[in-house]
């Protein structure tokens, strides 16, 4: 069995979503420390000026605090009206706006509606985008219930365990580096490394025809731009297929 083992990002791009295409387990670090100006409570979009601009939820200051502790810290729900308008300005001229937008409206407005968590939060958007995407994990866990270790890469290795995954999906970003993975390949866990980023696909970004394509934004740039069914092309197809690494 195939593991994916990620923090959860909010609205994250086309590389967050072919790693779990390719897994068959995800699991949501939710029990590591919360860091601001990251992924965690924002995205980046293209404004309606051809930018790019991060779209954020208040969260406020949460150092040291683990990310299943995190609560919005907005007055009112006025947040979620600024959101939804700052996506529909930017994204009104893209040609799967009309076709695409209003599922995607539904399911932030509703999950923000819902819920103040922010790990609840990540975790709703990110299974409905993959159901709009007709793509089936077997199962989402929260590490919290999995284990509590706080060695980085011991606590891969209990997630394994406690899942019975044999293989393990990484990325090439800072994971690389935190992680013993010599350790855990000795352990019988197999790695495999996807780099999406170095092939990312490109596609017409809509307000930014004549500037440079812009990689790694939110899957709402994807969507709206492309549509649904490109843009499961584009997670599932077997170029992305990550590789076996053996050391």
């Known amino acids: 069995m195939r593991v994916a083992i990620h923090q959860s990002y909010f609205l994250p791009w086309l590389g967050y979503f072919s790693k779990l295409a390719f897994s068959d387990v995800f699991v949501i670090l939710d029990n590591v420390n919360f860091r601001k100006r990251h992924f965690f409570d924002r995205t980046k979009i293209v404004n ?3 930018e790019i601009r991060w779209l954020s939820l208040p969260v406020g200051e949460k150092f040291k605090n683990k990310c299943n502790e995190v609560q919005l810290s907005p007055p009112d729900d006025k947040y979620i009206d600024k959101i939804i308008k700052t996506i529909e300005y930017s994204y009104a001229k893209a040609s799967y706006f009309k076709e695409e937008w209003p599922y995607l409206n539904k399911l932030i407005e509703n999950t923000l509606l819902r819920n103040k968590n922010l790990v609840d939060i990540n975790k709703a958007i990110i299974n409905g985008i993959l159901y709009l995407l007709d793509i089936n994990l077997t199962k989402i866990y929260l590490s919290s219930l999995l284990t509590n270790e706080s060695d980085a890469t011991n606590r891969i290795l209990a997630i394994c ?3 019975g995954a044999d293989s393990i999906i990484i990325g090439t970003g800072k ?6 993975w010599e350790i855990i ?3 019988g866990i197999n790695i495999f490394v996807q780099d999406y980023l ?15 394509f812009e990689k790694g934004l939110s899957m709402v740039d994807t969507i709206l731009n492309v549509g649904k069914e490109t843009t499961r092309n584009f997670i599932t197809n077997k170029v992305f297929e990550p590789i076996v690494v053996n050391g």
């Open 198 to 212: 170095s092939i990312h696909p490109v596609y017409k970004q809509v307000r930014r025809q004549r500037l440079t």
């Open 161 to 163: 365990r406690n899942i």
């Open 175 to 180: 994971s690389l580096d935190v992680h013993d």
């Open 48 to 50: 309606m000026h051809g």
């Open 185 to 187: 390949r000795r352990e």
